[in-house]
């Protein structure tokens, strides 16, 4: 693993790039900085997995408590109903639930010097690469976002949740999962999107989810783990800088795209199956899906790759949104 990061250290040289510990004098005492300052830089740790995470995950949260099928312990006879305004007072503790776990899962991957090394080359503003505070300082941060999350969560729901994403987390950063292998990295980036989804789930209906809501995510679950290897094909350079061994750098451009259009077409297809969509959740589907498969196989470069990793992200939304489309 050293090796890689020294390659990658030397690849951004070459690029006249430089990382934080080239000049950590130049980063100020982050406990100096306004308040202000301070919510800014973790916003900037979470800002690029609003669309990933925050806006999918609260509609797939919504749609199922709303869903005709009832799939937590708190349905409409249940002891905090979970339609109309029931679901409405909740949001905000299913928003404040989705982003303080979200912020120790981005504080935690990118306070690593690998992640580090990566980000001077695809984000660069993000907080530890705009040196707005240190590796040390990032720590810091983690420990009070732990404690925060898990907090919040055994007093208004998702705590199981949260627990198991701290130790998926753990198992993706410490344990250098992200690195054991194309397959074990997507199950637990899998495993992570699931537990935000029981979470959402759990909290904002306030109660606890039967067989059919587990049965539901784990195929969202299996959705993600053959297809997320959308978001690869964008970041194929900072990937290499950092000797990740993606699909695309692993099997080959050709293949990666190949299985992301054959998965994403079989995945469009059986989800309206499991929810028995009526016809607009059949188009939507595979509308955007076919779109997506016929971009990854027909157009290449990083602008039309971020293009269908942008159709990934609105194309697992519209999965998620099924439930509210059931005949």
């Given at each position: 693993?050293?090796?890689?990061q020294?390659m990658?250290?030397?690849?951004?040289?070459?690029?006249g790039?430089t990382?934080?510990?080239?000049?950590?004098?130049?980063?100020?005492?982050?406990?100096?900085?306004s308040?202000?300052y301070?919510?800014k830089?973790?916003?900037?740790?979470?800002?690029?997995?609003?669309k990933t995470?925050?806006v999918?995950?609260?509609?797939?949260?919504?749609?199922?408590?709303?869903?005709?099928?009832?799939?937590?312990?708190a349905?409409?006879?249940?002891?905090?109903?979970?339609?109309?305004?029931g679901?409405?007072?909740?949001?905000?503790l299913?928003?404040?639930?989705?982003w303080?776990?979200?912020?120790v899962?981005?504080?935690?991957?990118?306070?690593?010097?690998?992640?580090?090394?990566?980000?001077?080359?695809?984000?660069?503003?993000?907080?530890?690469?705009s040196?707005?505070?240190?590796?040390?300082?990032?720590?810091?941060?983690?420990?009070v976002?732990?404690?925060?999350?898990?907090?919040l969560s055994?007093?208004f729901?998702?705590?199981?949740?949260?627990?198991?994403?701290?130790?998926?987390?753990?198992?993706?950063?410490?344990?250098?999962?992200?690195?054991?292998?194309?397959?074990?990295?997507?199950?637990?980036?899998?495993?992570?999107?699931?537990?935000?989804s029981w979470?959402?789930?759990?909290?904002?209906?306030?109660?606890e989810?039967?067989?059919?809501?587990?049965?539901?995510?784990?195929?969202?679950?299996?959705v993600?783990?053959t297809?997320?290897h959308?978001?690869?094909?964008?970041d194929?350079?900072?990937?290499?800088?950092?000797g990740?061994?993606?699909m695309?750098?692993?099997?080959?451009?050709?293949?990666?795209?190949?299985?992301?259009?054959a998965?994403?077409?079989?995945w469009?297809?059986?989800?309206p199956?499991f929810w028995?969509?009526?016809?607009?959740?059949?188009?939507?589907s595979?509308?955007?899906g076919?779109t997506?498969?016929?971009?990854?196989?027909q157009?290449?470069?990083?602008?039309w790759?971020?293009?269908?990793?942008?159709?990934w992200?609105?194309?697992?939304t519209?999965?998620?949104?099924l439930?509210?489309?059931?005949?």
């Amino acid at each position: 693993m050293r090796k890689m990061q020294a390659m990658g250290r030397d690849f951004l040289l070459e690029k006249g790039v430089t990382t934080p510990d080239a000049d950590v004098g130049q980063i100020l005492n982050v406990s100096k900085r306004s308040p202000f300052y301070q919510l800014k830089t973790l916003f900037l740790f979470t800002k690029s997995d609003f669309k990933t995470v925050i806006v999918p995950q609260s509609i797939f949260a919504a749609t199922a408590a709303l869903s005709k099928t009832q799939l937590t312990t708190a349905g409409p006879e249940g002891p905090d109903a979970t339609k109309g305004w029931g679901v409405v007072s909740r949001v905000p503790l299913m928003l404040a639930w989705l982003w303080l776990n979200l912020l120790v899962e981005d504080i935690a991957n990118q306070r690593l010097e690998g992640a580090i090394i990566e980000d001077a080359v695809n984000k660069p503003w993000r907080p530890l690469p705009s040196r707005r505070l240190t590796p040390e300082q990032a720590r810091d941060w983690l420990i009070v976002s732990i404690m925060a999350a898990v907090g919040l969560s055994a007093l208004f729901g998702g705590y199981s949740a949260s627990i198991t994403l701290m130790v998926l987390i753990w198992m993706y950063n410490d344990l250098e999962g992200s690195s054991s292998g194309i397959w074990i990295r997507n199950a637990l980036n899998a495993g992570g999107l699931m537990c935000f989804s029981w979470g959402a789930l759990a909290t904002l209906s306030g109660g606890e989810l039967l067989p059919r809501g587990f049965a539901w995510i784990l195929v969202t679950g299996a959705v993600i783990m053959t297809t997320v290897h959308a978001q690869d094909l964008p970041d194929i350079e900072g990937d290499m800088a950092r000797g990740r061994l993606t699909m695309p750098l692993t099997y080959g451009e050709t293949a990666a795209r190949a299985s992301l259009a054959a998965m994403v077409m079989f995945w469009s297809v059986t989800c309206p199956l499991f929810w028995d969509a009526s016809l607009w959740g059949w188009a939507a589907s595979t509308g955007i899906g076919s779109t997506m498969s016929v971009l990854a196989l027909q157009k290449r470069g990083q602008r039309w790759d971020e293009v269908v990793w942008k159709l990934w992200c609105l194309w697992i939304t519209v999965l998620y949104m099924l439930p509210a489309m059931e005949k």
